[in-house]
């Protein structure tokens, strides 16, 4: 279950795709102790830039590593000028967004940063895992709060954020101590994270929640609730009853 069965890298990944110049670009996405590297090749040398805006606006983001992105294109003095238009409605079908479209991008992708940041000043929202994308100057908030009261606080902090011109809060969801599954979650996933250099990518984890079934995590994790995947289940963990899960229960969810 979002966000406690997804990593880092892959809510880095959702984000891009999020974005128009970057959702069509092949870009690998590796996270380790908060410090994002991303690689691949890029239409020209201004978007590494437009790249580390997204990512930081990832919730547990706290450095991004661009050194890895090249460019298809060789900088020029053009590079450098500050755009002052709106992007034009085909921006996303540029081959290189256009220089002054993509400065533009650049600029207001920045409200999600400056929204992620503004949740996170705030006492009651600091620990929520909330994740802020952002469709032109529109941002989305994805994650989990503990409460309705929270949920409702964090939707008014991103509206009175400077530059928001609308919120989609829909896929922010209230679960029952969101904070400490995050923190479970996290913490599991640190202990299971392969030496640097393995090619193999770690197992995800979860904390077993009251009334769970091994099926429907199964459900959850896998999209298949057939006996062979909570079994897989099982089997990782040494359950011999499938039946007889409990709360609390952290379950390696292999691969």
Do not use: C
């Amino acid at each position: 279950m979002w966000p406690f069965g997804k990593s880092t890298a892959d809510r880095v990944k959702e984000a891009f795709e999020q974005q128009e110049l970057l959702k069509n670009l092949d870009l690998k996405v590796e996270e380790r102790g908060g410090t994002v590297t991303v690689s691949g090749e890029v239409p020209n040398p201004r978007y590494p830039t437009l790249i580390k805006v997204v990512a930081e606006g990832i919730k547990g983001v706290s450095q991004v590593d661009v050194s890895q992105v090249h460019s298809t294109q060789v900088a020029t003095s053009t590079d450098t000028r500050a755009s002052q238009h709106v992007p034009s409605q085909n921006t996303s079908q540029q081959g290189d967004g256009g220089l002054d479209d993509l400065q533009q991008v650049i600029q207001t992708s920045q409200i999600a940063k400056a929204v992620l940041r503004n949740l996170e000043a705030n006492a009651e929202l600091k620990d929520d895992p909330i994740d802020v994308l952002q469709t032109g100057r529109s941002v989305i908030l994805r994650g989990a709060v503990d409460s309705q009261h929270e949920y409702n606080l964090a939707e008014k902090i991103a509206q009175e954020t400077d530059g928001v011109a609308s919120v989609d809060a829909s896929g922010l969801k209230i679960v029952e101590q969101a904070k400490q599954q995050y923190r479970d979650a996290q913490a599991s996933s640190k202990q299971s994270k392969p030496a640097q250099g393995h090619v193999n990518q770690p197992d995800e984890w979860y904390t077993v929640q009251s009334g769970d079934t091994l099926s429907e995590i199964a459900q959850r994790f896998y999209g298949d609730a057939s006996r062979d995947s909570y079994m897989k289940i099982a089997r990782a963990n040494g359950i011999s009853d499938p039946d007889l899960i409990r709360a609390g229960q952290k379950l390696q969810i292999p691969r």
